[in-house]
């Protein structure tokens, strides 16, 4: 059974960066849709990135494109969100999640498509 546990969250200014990571345990990341999502204090989780293993297709959420980057160097490797020019707005819990696949058009963007989650890494920005 895989594993996810994320990392990297921290309180920082307006403007600043940061890396999260998402590891996983139990197995490697071969074939898999791994997607980030945030949800902010009483607000719904949102997606925010997705890549396709093996293939390395990565894909963003509007508003977070040329500011957020995720990548991962090869499947045993976690799976990496560089946050830059951190805005308060980007104030979140931030999750991964993952399910196998052979094909980026089954990479969905929605919380229910995943049953494998982390418990999530906090990111505060204060401006």
């Known amino acids: 059974q895989v594993h996810l546990v994320e990392s990297g969250g921290g309180s920082v200014q307006a403007g600043g960066a940061l890396r999260l990571s998402c590891a996983a345990t139990g197995y490697i990341y071969s074939n898999y849709c791994v997607v980030w999502f945030r949800q902010a204090l009483g607000k719904e989780r949102e997606w925010v990135a997705t890549?396709?293993?093996?293939?390395?297709?990565?894909n963003y959420f509007g508003s977070v494109k040329g500011r957020f980057t995720i990548s991962q160097d090869n499947a045993k490797k976690p799976v990496y969100l560089q946050i830059n020019s951190l805005k308060p707005e980007d104030t979140a819990m931030y999750y991964c999640?993952?399910?196998?696949?052979?094909?980026?058009?089954?990479?969905?963007?929605?919380?229910?498509?995943?049953?494998?989650w982390g418990r999530g890494t906090q990111v505060t920005v204060s401006s």
């Open positions: 999640a993952a399910r196998p696949s052979f094909s980026v058009t089954q990479c969905y963007t929605v919380p229910e498509d995943y049953s494998t």
């Open positions: 890549i396709k293993t093996n293939d390395n297709v990565t």
